[in-house]
């Protein structure tokens, strides 16, 4: 009798197991958060993004069928918060890359930094000053049938020390989501000021394939123009067009070059989205930029494993060269209005 009431036991119980296991399969998507990090799962592309908002809300992992495409050279979250540095992809702002002076040009008029404070470097400060900040708060961490998602905060407002340098009261949100294998990064800017806010942000990836050495990879840039440096990696105003430096742009073979080099004139599909792409053996990642990051920047020493591949919404110096009158692009947003927009990170051949 006891055998058959454990039978009867395990058949109710087994298409209890099977719907419930059937269901958690059901589900492609998932995201939690533990501890410092927040991890971003696609089951069905065998896609992980995680992301540590306390340094700087940098997603320093883009783990696809077991590879990270995504150049991060620590051992652990804790030895990275020991020691943050440039890796992964870190938010550079309220400024991208180098300025040429210890001060920029917002509404007509010259702001100097006060270099005492310092929290801005250098004598062309450069990434601005909140790549690694702990001050991110996360929003929201969710999942659904259709992608992964986590939103994080910034009120750089609330910082008297960021706001002396940068007079410009705002808020910033960034939602890494995952879709299909698709990484988008989504920003949002909300001027909370009197007068019009400029914006000059951007972010900094560092890419890697795990299929072949960086001299064996080729570069696609979907751009026209490629702007003229300084010995100091600064624009000039000078531009040329892009096939006098890549005489084919769409197949560039990474080994004749050491980049750290700016691009304009994206060219664009029908939805405004622009392409740059690297590829390996096998391998390939493709890096879309909406409408509203009007530049690109590549940089890849030829001695180094990675190569970093910009969205911008300026060039380098933007704020300074606008008002020399050497760039016409530079986008602002009006108190109380909202500047948006998106990146993609589609990998392939994994």
Known sequence: MRGAIDISRRLLLT????????????????????????ELRDARTQTTVSIVPSVGNIAFEMNVKGQNVLYWPYGSVEEFKTRPGMSGIPFLGPWIDRLDEQAFFANGRRRAFDMQLGN?????PSHGFVTTTD???????????????????LEFYRQPMWMKQWPFAHTIEITHRLHDGVL??????????????PIAIGFHPYFQLTDS?????????????????TS???????TEPIERFFPTPHAAALVDYSLDDVFTDLLRDSQGRATVAVSGKSQSLEIGLGPNYRAVTIWSPKDRPFICIEPTAGIINVLNLAARGLYKELQSVAPGGTWRERFWIRASGF
Not at 16 to 35: D, E, H, I, K, M
Not at 120 to 124: A, E, Q
Not at 184 to 197: D, F, H, K, Q, Y
Not at 232 to 238: D, H, R
Request: negative net charge; proline residues 6%.
């Open 135 to 153: 001050r991110w708060s996360v929003v929201e961490t969710k999942a659904d049938n259709g992608a992964a998602w986590v939103t994080s905060r």
């Open 15 to 38: 298409p209890l197991f099977v719907t419930v296991a059937t269901a958690a399969s059901a589900q492609p998507y998932s995201s939690q958060r533990s501890g410092d990090v927040v």
């Open 213 to 229: 050495p960086r001299d064996a990879w080729t570069l696609s840039v979907g751009a026209r123009t490629h702007w003229l440096l």
């Open 184 to 197: 988008e990064v989504e920003t949002a800017i909300v001027n909370m000021s009197a007068e019009p806010m």
């Open 232 to 238: 100091n990696k600064v624009p000039t105003g000078e």
């Open 120 to 124: 801005v470097r250098g004598d062309m």
